[in-house]
């Protein structure tokens, strides 16, 4: 029995989100905090009250500037969606599925899947060796980390969006599975949601939702193959993944 109960839960439509958690008394669309850069630009893809909610860390460049110019449909996950597809038919979830009708779950009329970041608005980390701002994960993940610059982004936005969730909402799949943002995120998911679990080294259970980390399906992610094909440590980490998905 779920702990959080739908008539208080965060039921997030498809679109271009209003969320101003981190942006009251703020006259820009961008803060900084040490290395970090927070540009506001919010969106929620596919079901309000999805039974999978599939979360990036933070739209990435290619994402970023996608969306001040393309439709908002085509936003999320765009030029990786066939590689995401693959992630999740990997452990389990959308056996048979073409990534066609994949396209479709990214659509206002989706029911069952909705994708976003875990930080909705875009998130990226000074990468002091190009002296630019990036999304990569080496330079994002540390703010995760309680006592970091952009702490307060991280867990501002996990508070709002996965401190309460829909009732429909079985579980959450994370994209990013190092060891450092597993360790970083289920920290303030535990201090948001409350009653952690844990299930495996991938996953945890907190307010009766199932939380899973797995491969990102970014294309310089150089552990992407060997997660699909079972191979060495990332291969460890996928089948833990699937096997907490069957058992839930």
């Known amino acids: 029995m779920k702990l959080i109960d739908q008539t208080c ?24 905090a040490g290395p970090f850069r927070l540009v506001r630009d919010p969106g929620h893809w596919g079901s309000s009250t999805p039974s999978t909610l599939v979360l990036g860390v933070s739209k990435g460049n290619t994402q970023s500037n996608a969306f001040a110019t393309s439709h908002f449909d085509a936003v999320a996950f765009m030029g990786i969606r066939g590689r995401l597809l693959q992630v999740l038919q ?119 939702v199932m939380f899973v980390h797995v491969s990102h399906p970014s294309k310089g992610n150089r552990h992407f193959g060997a997660f699909l094909r079972g191979e060495g440590i990332p291969g460890e980490k996928m089948r833990m993944a699937r096997e907490a998905i069957k058992s839930a």
Request: hydrophobic share 35%; aromatic share 6%; net charge positive.
């Open 90 to 208: 990997t452990v389990g979830l959308l056996q048979g599925e073409t990534v066609t009708a994949f396209e479709q779950r990214f659509c206002r009329d989706e029911q069952e899947y909705a994708f976003a970041s875990v930080v909705r608005c875009s998130l990226t980390g000074m990468d002091r060796k190009k002296r630019i701002h990036t999304a990569d994960s080496p330079n994002v993940i540390p703010a995760f980390k309680e006592g970091s610059a952009g702490y307060g982004f991280t867990s501002e936005c996990v508070d709002q969006h996965l401190g309460k969730l829909p009732d429909a909402t079985q579980r959450v799949v994370l994209l990013g599975n190092t060891d450092a943002y597993i360790e970083h995120l289920r920290a303030v998911v535990g201090r948001s949601r409350g009653s952690l679990r844990k299930i495996n080294d991938v996953a945890y259970s907190a307010g009766g």
């Open 9 to 32: 839960a965060n039921l997030v439509p498809h679109g271009r989100m209003a969320c101003d958690r981190c942006w009251k008394n703020v006259t820009t669309n961008v803060q900084e």
